[in-house]
């Protein structure tokens, strides 16, 4: 069993659910949130070793929720991969500027996700 912490943060049910699965299955303990309001206020009880983000949400979408989580140092250093449907290039060099480790677009590749969660958490 892995004693890493991975955050989900998506506004659809159908994704968290899936992922919830996939990185449980594999050994990670899971923790999830559907806006990134709540994903701060998550990171704020117990700060996770990867964070898997979406940016179109409501409240607070994933660029707002990035900027203010590299406000705060103890969370600054925290991998984000973003997974998204937008790929447009102009969002992903946003992305990338911001600091996310990788940029996936929808609809998810299930051994990519994993194969990636495996090599940023053996950092």
């Known amino acids: 069993m892995s004693n890493k912490d991975i955050l989900v943060i998506d506004d659809s ?3 968290l659910v899936l992922l919830e699965s996939l990185f449980k299955s ?10 990134g309001r709540e994903g701060l206020e998550s990171v704020s009880k117990n700060i996770p070793d990867l964070i ?16 203010e ?8 250093d925290i991998p984000v991969v973003i997974l998204s449907a937008i ?4 969002t ?13 677009t929808k609809p998810l ?6 194969q990636l969660t495996k090599n940023i958490l053996s950092r």
């Not at 594999?26 to 806006?35: D, I, P, Q």
């Open 13 to 15: 049910n159908t994704n």
């Open 92 to 104: 992903i060099i946003r992305s990338i500027e911001l600091g996310v480790v990788e940029y996936l």
């Open 87 to 90: 790929s447009d290039r102009e």
């Open 52 to 67: 898997y983000l979406d940016l179109k949400m409501p409240e607070v979408d994933g660029f707002d929720f990035i900027k």
């Open 109 to 114: 590749d299930i051994e990519k996700i994993i």
């Open 69 to 76: 989580l590299r406000k705060n140092k103890d969370y600054k």
């Open 26 to 35: 594999n050994g990670y303990r899971v923790s999830s949130s559907t806006n």
